[in-house]
């Protein structure tokens, strides 16, 4: 519980401006900032500390809002509400064979989704990227070249988040959610402390359809909707994507109806994942 309590007071100073980052012209530790000793990087000090001085430098955060406190220290699987409400998220790091399906159901339900483009697939199909800032969903951040994050230092995985925050704002036009999802939902303790330094919540799944895999990978559009219905809780966030997986078929797009259905039969709203940049939505 004491890394969880840094974290949350780190969020509200990082929100408040009190800790300086490695840009910064006077670098001083996070530790020394919080009155705690600093977080080892896999038992070494690693790019960001200082030399001779063992306080380690965060990396410079993000411009733009701040997720609330609540939503730091930790991976989210399940936003923290007692709502009867569910959130839409796709996943787009291959090509954009369900981009038109998905984004005309969400037109013609009128309903909001949250997508993650990897900066890679920003800069190949900008298109689909401006046309979902167009339709006002928002749009979180996957990382540039989907990586593996365990296996990077810090200063690797600042420069991926970096890297796709800055494709996915020129594609779009538009300002990127305060939100990171792990590729390959590969997350640790430091990963996520990594990305929060930098701003972001780490937005996973209550559950993912697996509609990616496709047929060739045993799935159904009726595999797809069950795993989501199965996930139904207040809160649930559901993963799916609209790439195919090489053959051009994209189960999640056509679940997508049958999910909003079910979801309504059972008395649930489905929301933006933007309101929960508040604290007073996180109830």
């Given amino acids: 519980m004491a890394h969880v309590r840094r974290r ?22 996070t530790a020394a900032a919080l ?11 690693g790019p960001l500390s200082q030399a001779g001085t063992g306080a ?25 509400t007692s709502r009867r409400v569910l959130v839409l998220t ?6 954009e064979s369900g981009f038109a399906a998905v984004l005309e159901e969400l037109r013609r339900r009128g309903l909001p989704a949250t997508f993650f483009p990897t900066g890679r697939f920003a800069e190949a199909h900008p298109g689909a990227v401006r046309a979902v800032a167009a339709a006002s969903h928002g749009l979180g951040n996957h990382s540039h070249s989907h ?8 200063r690797e995985r600042a420069a991926e988040v970096r890297r796709a925050d800055a494709a996915i704002r020129t594609a779009s036009g538009a300002e990127p959610l305060p939100f990171f999802r792990f590729p390959y939902s590969s997350t640790t303790e430091d990963s996520v402390a990594d990305v929060n330094d930098l701003g972001y919540a780490a937005i996973e799944f209550t ?14 559009v009726n595999k797809a909707v069950k795993r989501a219905v199965d ?22 797009a056509q679940a997508l109806p049958r999910i909003i259905d079910a979801a309504e039969a059972e008395g649930y709203e489905v929301v933006d994942l933007r309101e929960f940049l508040t604290e007073a939505a996180l109830r």
Avoid: K
């Fill in 8 to 29: 949350t007071a780190l969020a509200a100073a990082l929100a408040a401006g009190l800790v300086p980052c490695s840009g910064a012209a006077a670098a001083t530790g």
């Fill in 35 to 45: 009155g705690g000793p600093g977080r080892a990087h896999r038992g070494q000090a």
């Fill in 56 to 80: 380690r430098v965060r990396p410079c955060a993000r411009a733009g809002p701040r997720p609330p406190a609540s939503l730091m220290g930790g991976e989210i699987r399940r936003l923290p």
């Fill in 90 to 95: 796709f996943n787009a790091a291959w090509d």
């Fill in 147 to 154: 990586p593996y994050f365990d296996g990077l230092p810090t």
């Fill in 207 to 220: 559950a993912d359809t697996n509609g990616y895999l496709g047929p060739q990978g045993g799935m159904s």
């Fill in 231 to 252: 996930a139904f809780a207040p809160g649930a966030i559901l993963q799916m994507h609209v790439g195919s997986a090489g053959d051009g078929v994209v189960l999640d």
